[in-house]
């Protein structure tokens, strides 16, 4: 299955809403999409999995959403801190696993 | 707590054998439903699953790297082992392990990834 995510980057102000889109090549079984970020320098850190169950000690401003083939990661209220790379991942189908390309989001 | 840490060579040449061990704690490799990944990431480029081994043993490959790589577990010593051969420049890369998810009793245990390991850069070049 091959994820593409859009936009390729986002730049956006401080408390601004962040719409990030990942569609999948094929319907991904139950929805098992997660998303990551990855910051420059440090581990990927799990936001959501299941499609919009945010793992633990994620705060509630990141939300995820969709089902099939399309899904979306909105994060509200950004701060510098959000600067990263997104990656969508789908685990539903038999492996192999495979990650979006990524949206960088860059805060101005 | 979970922590996971991969070790292994900065630095190989063309042709060689890549060899990376990821030793973790906080968990069991005997436990039904744990697996350890091995993904990677290229500079200023996407991540890529390589590899997943779980409790009972089973092994699951990327297909496009399926004859290069081994991934091996060793339960009394916690640790999970990949091996990368025929390494090449454009297997230049941080490379990660990182736990399987358990999500709970009613979701259970899932091929998303909870905790990752710092990861470790190794470069390919002669």
Redesign the interface.
């Known amino acids: 299955i091959v994820l593409t995510q859009s936009p390729g980057t986002l730049s956006l102000s401080p408390g601004e809403r962040a719409t990030l889109s990942c569609r999948a090549s094929e319907s991904i079984n139950s929805n ?1 999409v ?1 998303w ?1 970020q ?1 910051k420059s320098g440090q ?4 936001l959501i ?2 499609a919009s ?1 945010r ?2 000690g994620i705060p509630d401003r990141f939300s995820g959403s969709g089902s099939g083939t399309d899904f979306t990661l909105t994060i509200s209220g950004l701060g510098p801190e959000d600067s990263a790379v997104y ?1 969508c ?1 789908q ?1 539903g189908n038999s ?8 949206t960088k989001v860059e805060i101005k | 707590q979970i922590t996971l840490k991969e070790s292994g060579p900065t630095l190989v040449k063309p042709t060689q054998t890549l060899t990376l061990t990821c030793t973790f704690s906080g968990f069991s490799l005997n436990t039904r439903g744990e697996g350890v990944a091995w993904i990677r990431r290229p500079p200023g480029k996407a991540l890529e699953w390589l590899a997943l081994i779980y409790w009972d043993g089973d092994e699951r490959y990327s297909p496009f790297l399926r004859t290069r790589l081994t991934i091996t577990k060793d339960t009394s010593k916690n640790v999970v082992v990949l091996r990368m051969t025929r390494m090449d420049p454009v297997d230049t890369a941080t490379y990660y392990c990182a736990h399987r998810l358990y999500s709970g009793f009613w979701s259970g245990w899932s091929d998303a990834f909870d905790i990752w390991g710092q990861g470790t850069m190794v470069t390919v070049s002669s």
Do not use: E, V
């Open positions: 098992y997660a990551y990855h581990t990927p850190r799990l999995y299941d169950s793992a633990t990656f991942q685990y492996p192999p696993w495979t990650f979006g390309q990524g």
